[in-house]
């Protein structure tokens, strides 16, 4: 399985909107996925008021490329986060069963 962490800074002065879009469209965007076993979304903190997070742990590496692609190094932006979004991350890792 596939963990990948993706993570967003967004514009100053737009959090109360992607928090919004966050909430109401990627979370169940995600967590309805084909291919996903589990999505952890992460809200801002006090001191990172701008950072939102999403942890998923995907069945396969087919399961991920047939959502975002054969470069999975590239984030999927739903267009109405573009303009939101400041900075993204995206990093993988193999799950360690243990």
């Known amino acids: 399985m596939i963990i990948r962490i993706f993570q967003v800074v967004t514009r100053p002065g737009k959090e109360e909107e992607f928090g919004k879009f966050f909430h109401e469209t990627a979370i169940p965007l995600m967590k309805g996925t084909k291919g996903i076993v589990q999505v952890i979304p992460g809200a801002p903190r006090a001191d990172t008021p701008r950072e939102f997070s999403f ?19 590239s984030p999927h932006i739903d267009p109405m986060e573009a303009e939101l979004v400041e900075s993204r991350s ?6 360690v069963d243990s």
């Open 55 to 73: 942890v998923m742990v995907w069945e396969d590496l087919e399961s991920l490329k047939a959502f975002v692609g054969d470069d999975i190094s």
């Open 90 to 95: 995206i990093k993988h890792y193999e799950l």
